[in-house]
């Protein structure tokens, strides 16, 4: 147990948790953060109303990617800079911090001036030249992990991002390829807790792109917390039907703020609040 090789990631060096601190969002402590928005800015009205629903609701990070890591390269890549100004916009506006993912080396320092905090997607969680300077940025940041990646590697994951001296690692947890075609990748249970006993560092849980379907984000969100969780990251868009990405999983305004108000006694059950 002493030799493992994630050296600052783990509980052994570092006993007690780490709460990342972002403007006034603290991911760790006793409070569930939700961190929601679109699967990716489209438009400033449909970021913009996402925003305003996702505040109502309860959420205190706007979420939303500007660039797009997607399976085809016909797909939807994203806004790019244009989308980072809409996302600063409607974090000035509604209140929220920020997060987006970076999925090239030559744009997080671009990024990093936009959001209040990086995300590293699945796709790119061994992206080692991508990791390093995410570690150099100077901003927390949130590490997906890999669709087929073990635990051991994504603590090594992460370890990258706090070996350049990047302390404030958020770990997202988003379930993992398997043999199962109905839920796109199964989000275990266990993995939560078995994360927050081998790390120091804040657990979050990512429904939306775990089940990859509107109605089973609510119930397996209410696994995730009872598991332990930290927070989670959540899909809504004004009009899924029209997304350009994730259509079948962005939940409706309506939907989410549902999704909010059950989720609190969930919480509370767990010594949680939301
Ligand atoms: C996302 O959160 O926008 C995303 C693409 O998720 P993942 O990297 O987990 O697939
Ligand atoms: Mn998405």
Redesign the pocket.
Known sequence: MSDVPYKLASRISHPENTIVKVKDVEVGGKKIVVMAGP??VESEAQLFAAAKAVKEAGASVL???AY??RSSPYSFQGLGEDGLKLIKKAGQEFGLVTET?VVDTRDVTLVAGYVDVL???????QNFALLKEVGKAGKPAIL??G?ASTIEEFLLAAEYIMSEGNPNVIL?Y??IKSFEPKIR?PLDAAAIPLLKELTHLPVIA?P???TGKQSLVGPVSKAAISAGADGL?I?VHPRPGEAK??KAQQLLPAQFSKFMEELGPVARAVGREL
């Open positions: 699967c990716a979420r939303a990617s797009k890591p993912e995300r590293v997607g699945a796709r790119n969680m997906k992990n669709i997202c988003r379930g990748f990512d939306s792109h775990s990251m899909e990405s994730d």
